[in-house]
């Protein structure tokens, strides 16, 4: 299997900051990274798909980039709604596996 | 509007199994793959498997082989997971995904399922 590892595990921001999230593959995976939001209540959305492609309706100070095996979700200026826990995923082959989470927190 | 709606979900006992189902609608079911991705109590979240259009694949994460079965319905738009030799380690949200492009691009809401005796 592909181990995902992202980093960090939590961290504390405040409103209108610039993050990145990290996301490491054990292999190379050929660009097939998503990211995905879940908000407290449980709901789960897709953010990107294959490193840097917006889903329908995301707010574009989300961006994704990498290669190989080294990918990074950015938010540009934090809002509000965008506290929540963020998961990466590998799509290159089965199964498919996902990072152990980030939590990003009001500061 | 695109929803997937799981139920089936609830307390089982060790040993036991249980079926949950997600009824899909809004969008041509049969023309997707499907899968199932659970998350156990303050965890992160873990894929299951996936099934495609015509049910002539079925992924899982290994672990999980001998113990769950994904299958389909498209007369029904439904999506099962059958679950058996439940242990404490299955307590989790289970949610029901879509795919798309390679990206699981529709979620449901989940459904909780407990094991405890």
């Known amino acids: 299997d592909i181990q995902m590892t992202q980093t960090p595990s939590s961290m504390p921001a405040s409103l209108g900051e610039r993050v990145t999230i990290s996301c490491r593959a054990s292999?190379?995976?050929?660009?097939?990274l998503n990211w995905y939001q879940q908000k407290p209540d449980g709901t789960i959305k897709p953010l990107i798909y294959?490193?840097?492609n917006l889903q329908s309706g995301v707010p574009s100070r989300f961006s994704g980039s990498g290669s190989g095996t080294d990918y990074s979700l950015t938010i540009s200026s934090l809002e509000p709604e965008d506290f929540a826990m963020y998961y990466c995923?590998?799509?290159?082959?089965?199964?498919?596996?996902f990072g152990g989470g980030t939590r990003l927190d009001l500061k | 509007e695109v929803k997937l709606v799981e139920s089936g979900g609830g307390l089982v006992q060790p040993g036991r199994s249980l079926k949950l189902s997600c009824a899909a609608s809004?969008?041509?079911?049969?023309?997707?793959?499907m899968g199932w991705v659970r998350q156990a109590p303050g965890k992160g979240l873990e894929w299951i498997g996936e099934?495609?259009?015509?049910?002539?694949?079925?992924n899982y994460t290994p672990s999980l082989k001998d113990k769950f079965t994904i299958s389909r319905d498209n007369a029904q738009n439904t999506l099962y997971l059958q679950m058996s030799k439940l242990g404490s380690e299955d307590t989790a949200i289970y949610y029901c995904?879509?795919?798309?492009?390679?990206?699981?691009?529709?979620w449901g809401q989940g459904a909780s399922v407990t094991v405890s005796s």
């Open positions: 809004g969008f041509s079911f049969n023309d997707y793959w």
């Open positions: 995923q590998q799509y290159d082959i089965s199964p498919r596996t």
């Open positions: 995904t879509r795919a798309r492009s390679r990206i699981m691009d529709a």
């Open positions: 292999q190379d995976i050929s660009n097939y």
């Open positions: 294959y490193t840097s």
């Open positions: 099934i495609n259009q015509d049910s002539s694949t079925i």
